[in-house]
Every structure is written in structure tokens, then in C-alpha cells.
């Protein structure tokens, strides 16, 4: 009834390429926006930042990211935790090297820094397909936090081998370390969130988000009709690794402060976002939120319902939430295996056709 | 989807709210994991004391204490996700039990005005008051341990180590590689040669390592393990045929369940220690009369006596008898974190107070102050007997090499003022 496109008019090319075609979703995705920069700042606390938001936002730029090149160009990796290691690592030389610069341009610098060393790794993609390229990106995973805790160089020759975020201030407001806001740490992630989901929509549905898709869907046939299999795959692991790189320098600055890359950047984050990609759904970007809200929220959630209100033992919550996560990563595999997005995909047909679905 | 959670949880939370009037205590244990072994019966330990004051005391000064468990995991973003989610609640002192979350909080704990007391972990250098406010590590730290070792094995050899060879196996993280530093300093003072094995997270898989020593045969293996890596460690050790005599961990790996796995083959294995072991203290028939027999024991009440389990409930006597100490300077008995932090710059915990818990000569006598938040650094050495299955303390606590380590705490604590552009505290 009020989802459709009958009566909203388009008289422009601009109108008619837009993102989101239908009013109603129009609006809704203004309502969103309005809300997460107008009314969240003003009513949020350490606790929602720090447990809730901040991973939820930086995870999801991490999504994004693999799903550039998992759901679009259909570049199996595992090895976006030692990429999102990079970002960090090259962040906090950057910001212990050049403390006057803005955090923004390290932020940028350290995606950029990634994007590289993503490249490099996406080299063997042009001659290994499936399960051999997720091995060798496996091997980037490993290499790489191995070369992290192996050359002082990268933590600065401090004792532990940990990096610490030092405080750094953009226009004035201070962003990292303990006495940032949670208020400013927020919106500066928000901020980075919303550029990169824009750029990422506005590429897969240009050109460059057609080759991809291409090449994932048949690579030879791509190339036959004139798609440059070097050129989309390297682009492909290119802007991955960009918003990777963000999103661990950001985990790594703004999110946790300190970091251990063993442990915080481990196989296990590796798999993580991969399962966020999955359970969203490959090859949407509105999954890739999905998916990390879903695997954020659900052990804090768990965690609330089972130890705050029925009180019980905290280990048993724990040991129930693996439960509860792995069961339902497996319904989802079995019942929805286009995750998330494809939910609200039918959702959506649905809601065209309502009241009369006939 | 998301926003139906999120308001959920955001129900819930406001639900959950702070209860007034309690001593909060805040216990970010982690009973799952590979690091569980370790952590249960810490979190036993620390949990029952709080009980057997509540029972036996009506709590520190009046006022009922209560303890909110939040499982970590030893991960650092639950650990901070358990942060933010009890410091609402006035918790009074955090103690993570894990360094890498330490170093995660020294900064926020600051900034918060909360307290954090890391027994034995965290970051070294939190001993100079000076300029981690917020932060104590007494009774003794990773470098403490790290000379007591080495002060045992200088004994152990007529005052000469010249020339031995010791090998490091260690847990690839910032709590492993804390006593490099100073070992690397006593190697130079000592003439002993130290060769560095890292062993890496979560530590089940140390062929390779246990390898190397069989090749380079040093006189003595040191190790800084935590988790199933000990156990694992220890196996291998029996393995090749290492002489148990010649193998020694710090503190953290130094337990019943480290050791019980290898069976016999395990008997002589030592560790350092700081504080006293086995149940032969008044404070355990108060714990089975007031906390056992009456239910209300942590978790599955069958970790009383162990080591990890005493060090808990040592740590939980330390934390209280701050309290008792920030009621007194400041004449209320419902105190807040700041006041909490007053009564633990002041501690002062001698021979008689202990007796009169029930706990005498469980640890040192010691006193802090505003420069010194680490305590004496006294170290003891324990051995695991196979037979009885019993650690028993084998040396009795002694002074460490505070000229090595007090030199080292300066330099990392300057560097870490340097770097936060932190005055000093104490002027």
C-alpha cells in the first residue's frame, strides 16, 4: 500500500538510478540516518558505546569489506584478521610517528597501507580458485600476525609487544584513549561507516561492481565478453582491503586502545566476519549489517536474558551462548542460506504486494 | 531486527539497575576456555571470601559486599564489554586476572576514578605509584618473580650461575614476554645464557619447542605459561626425559591442575610463589562452616585449598582489608572507588592482621605507599610432590633484586609518562 513505486514519478536519469528507488525507502533510510547522527549521540553511554555501537559499527565496516570480495567477486579469504591487524599496526606507527596529523588521514592512510599488502596477498587469485586461494589467504593470516609479533619494529620495541593507542584529538575533540567521549568515538566511527557503505553501494553497482560479479559468477565467460580478470580481482582485493584496514585501525584506535594481535586479530576474527558476511547474506551490503548487528547483539543479549534477569551461573551462559551461536549459524545455513538480506528481500516483495497479495 | 534487540537489551539493562548501599565487587572471571583451568578456581576463591565475610562478619564494616561475576572468557573485548557493563554498578576494584585486559583498562580505570589491583600480572612497571595512580600490583610482580627464579637458581648453585644455559618458554603475549627484559638484565649480571622459546596462543602445540631443548639440553628450563599451555608444557617435559628438578614456573603456572595430567612423571616440578599454599590455615574451617556446609560455595565447590583457589581468596583479603583501611580514612563505611583507591594507597597488612583472619603467614607483611604500589616482591619456591599431590613451599620468602628490577620499573614507567604526558601523583 504504501510500499511501491506506483506514483513516485521519476523524471531524471539521476532519479532513476538512485539507490533507493521506492519512497518509502527513501524515507526510512533518511529516518535511519537522522537518528543515528541526531538523536544516538545525545543519549549514549560508555556501556552502549563500548559494548554495543562500536563493535557493531566497526565489524561492520570489516563486512563490508569481505563481502566486496567474498559476495561480489567471489574471492573466498580467510585472512582478514591479519588484514585488519595491518590497519591497526600501520595505524598506530602512523599516529606514533606523526602525532599532529589527524586521525582521519591515518585512519585513510592505514585502509590505504592494507589495500597494498591485500593486493599483494590477492596476487595467487589469478591462478587459484575455491579452496586453494582460501588456504593461501590463510597463510597471509598467519604470516602476518606472526610478522607482528615477531619484528619489534611494528610495536614500537615496547616491552609486552602490545600496541597502546596514545590520545589523539580531531578538530579538537579527542578520539582516542581514555578520556574520549563516548559521544565523539561513536559518530567518528558513524562517520566512517556511512562513507564507506556509500562508496561500497555506488561501486558494486557500477562498472567496476559488474566485473566483479562477473567474474564471480562464471570467470571465463567474464573474460570472453571482455572482463579483465587481473584488473577485477587485484580492484576487488584492493578496496577490500581498504575498508578491512579501516575497520582494524579503527577496532584497534578508537574501539579496544590497546591490542594484543595474537589475540584480538587471531584466525578466530578471521572466521568471524566471514560468518557475519555469511549470515547477512554474500553480495549485499545491507547484510553485511545485518550480519555483524546479528553477531554483536546476540552474545550481549544472551549474555543480558541469561545472567541479569534468570541469574544464572556465568559459565553456563557462556557455554550456552556457543551453543545457541553455532546452532543457529547452522539453521541459517540450512533454512536461509542467502542469509539475512534474503529475508528482508522477501520481506520487501511482500510488503509490495500488501493487503492484496494476489 | 536489530532495533526490536536493541531496545530489548536496552529494557533489560535499565531492569538490571544498581542495587544501593553495597561494597561491589566486581570479578571479570573466566570459567570457559582454554584458559578456564586457571580462572575457575581463582574466581572460587575470590567469590568465597566475599561470601564468608557476608556470613560470618555481616560484611566489611556493616555494610554486605556483593560480587558480580561477568564472564571474559581472557578475551579483551568481552573483558571490555564486562567493564563497562559493572562499573555502573560502583564496582570498587577490578581485578581482570589477565594482563592483556589490564592493559586494556589502565587507561580507562584512570580516567574513571576505579581502582584495579592486578595481583602478580599486568603491567610491571604499575608499581611506580608515581604514575599509574590507579593501578597496584603488590604483593609481587612478573619481575619480582622473574629474580626470584633466578635468585633460587644462584642458590640452588652456590651463588654461581656462570655460564649456565636457561631456556624461557613462554606464552607468546604481553604476559609472557614481561620478564624477558629483566631476565635479559640478570643474564648480563649473572652470566648465565638465556635462550627465548615462544610458545603461541593458546599453547597446545609445543613439539617443536620441547624439540629445541632437547637439543640445546640447557641446565635449566623457565617457564611463563598460563592455560592448558602448562599442562601441556609439563607433559612434554616428561616427554623428553627433562629433569623435573631443573624445570620451574612462575606463579601462574604452579598449580594442582598443571601438573596432576602428567601424573608421576611431574613429581619435583617447581614454581615460585608469593603468597602460601595448602590448606593449613583457621580461614579454611570458617570457609567450610560458613560457605560450605551452607551452599553457598562458587561454582562447584571443589577447588578449596588449591593454589589458584587460595591466591583468589588472598586477593579477596587484600581487597577487603583495603576497604576496612578507606573506612577508617574516611570515617564511612559506604565508600566509593575513590575512597577505595585512598584505602589501598595506605594498606598496611602485617603479621598480627593476618593471624587475626585466620590466614597467619599466608603472605608477606607488607605496606603501601603512594610511590610504592608493588609491595616487597618477597618470593617463595613451592614443589609439587606426585605422591601426596601436594604443593609444599620449599624456600621461604626472600628479598628480590630490586637494584635490576627498581631501574627497569623507572625506565617503562617514565616512558609510559612520557608518552601519556601523565604528572606525577604523589607531589
Known sequence: ?358 | MKKTLSTLALGVAMAAGPAMADLVFPSLSYRTGPYAAGGIPFADGYADYFTLLNERDGGIGGVMTRLVECETGYNTEKGVECYESTKGEGALVYQPLSTGITYQLIPKVTADDIPMHTMGYGRTSAANGDVFSHVFNYPGNYWNGASGVVNYLLEANNGDINGKKISLVYHNSAYGKEPIRTLEELAKKHGFELSLLPVDHPGQEQKSQWLQIRRDRPDYVVMWGWGVMNQVAIQEAANIRFNMENFIGVWWSGAEHDVLSAGDKANGYKAVTFHNVGRDFPVFEDIQKYVVDTGKAAGAGDQIGNVLYNRGMYAAMLAAEAVKTAQEIHGTADITPAMMRDGMEALEITEEKMAGLGMPNFGPSFTVTCENHGGPGLVGVTQWDASSKTWSLISDFKPTDTEVIGALIAEDSGAFAAENNIESNCK
Open chain 1, 1 to 358: 500500500m504504501f510500499y511501491r513505486e506506483a506514483g513516485d514519478f521519476k523524471v531524471s536519469y539521476q532519479q532513476d538510478s538512485q539507490t533507493f528507488p521506492i519512497k518509502f525507502d527513501r524515507y526510512r533510510y533518511y529516518a535511519v540516518m537522522a537518528f543515528a547522527f541526531l538523536v544516538v549521540p545525545f543519549v549514549i553511554n560508555d556501556y552502549w558505546a563500548n559494548a554495543i555501537l562500536l563493535p557493531f559499527l566497526i565489524y561492520s565496516i570489516a563486512a563490508i569489506g569481505l563481502n566486496i570480495l567474498v559476495g561480489y567477486c567471489g574471492q573466498v579469504s580467510l585472512g582478514t584478521g591479519g588484514f585488519m591487524a595491518v590497519g591497526a599496526y600501520a595505524c598506530y606507527k602512523l599516529m606514533t610517528a606523526f602525532p599532529d596529523v589527524s586521525m582521519i588521514i591515518h585512519v585513510l592512510l592505514a585502509g590505504g597501507v592494507t589495500a597494498v599488502v591485500c593486493v599483494g596477498f590477492g596476487l595467487p587469485s589469478l591462478r587459484i580458485k575455491g579452496f586453494y586461494l582460501a588456504v593461501a589467504t590463510l597463510a597471509a593470516q598467519f604470516f602476518l600476525v606472526w610478522l607482528f609479533n615477531r619484528v619489534p619494529w611494528f610495536y614500537n620495541y615496547s616491552a609486552s609487544g602490545q600496541i597502546s593507542a596514545p590520545e589523539r584529538d580531531v578538530f579538537g575533540v579527542i578520539i582516542t584513549g581514555a578520556n574520549a567521549t563516548a559521544t565523539a568515538t561513536y559518530l567518528f566511527c558513524l562517520v566512517f561507516l556511512v562513507l564507506c557503505a556509500l562508496i561500497a553501494r555506488n561501486l558494486t553497482r557500477g562498472t567496476i561492481g559488474r566485473t566483479w560479479m562477473a567474474i564471480r559468477d562464471m570467470d571465463i565467460a567474464a573474460e570472453i565478453i571482455g572482463v579483465n580478470p587481473l584488473k577485477a580481482k587485484l580492484t576487488a582485493f584492493a578496496v577490500s582491503g581498504f575498508f578491512i584496514g579501516i575497520s582494524g585501525a579503527l577496532f584497534f584506535a578508537i574501539y579496544l586502545g590497546a591490542v594484543e594481535v595474537g589475540e584480538v586479530f587471531g584466525i578466530n576474527k578471521s572466521f568471524l566476519v566471514l560468518f557475519m558476511v555469511i549470515i547477512g547474506g554474500l553480495g549485499s551490503i545491507f547484510g553485511s549489517f545485518a550480519g555483524a548487528a546479528f553477531l554483536v547483539l546476540l552474545p550481549v543479549v544472551l549474555k543480558v536474558v541469561g545472567v541479569d534477569i534468570l541469574g544464572w551461573p556465568t559459565d553456563i551462559v557462556a557455554h550456552l551462548q556457543l551453543v545457541i551461536v553455532g546452532a543457529l549459524i547452522i539453521v541459517f545455513l540450512i533454512m536461509e542460506p542467502h542469509g539475512l538480506a534474503q529475508l528482508w528481500r522477501v520481506a520487501k516483495e511482500k510488503l509490495r504486494l500488501w493487503p492484496f497479495p494476489h
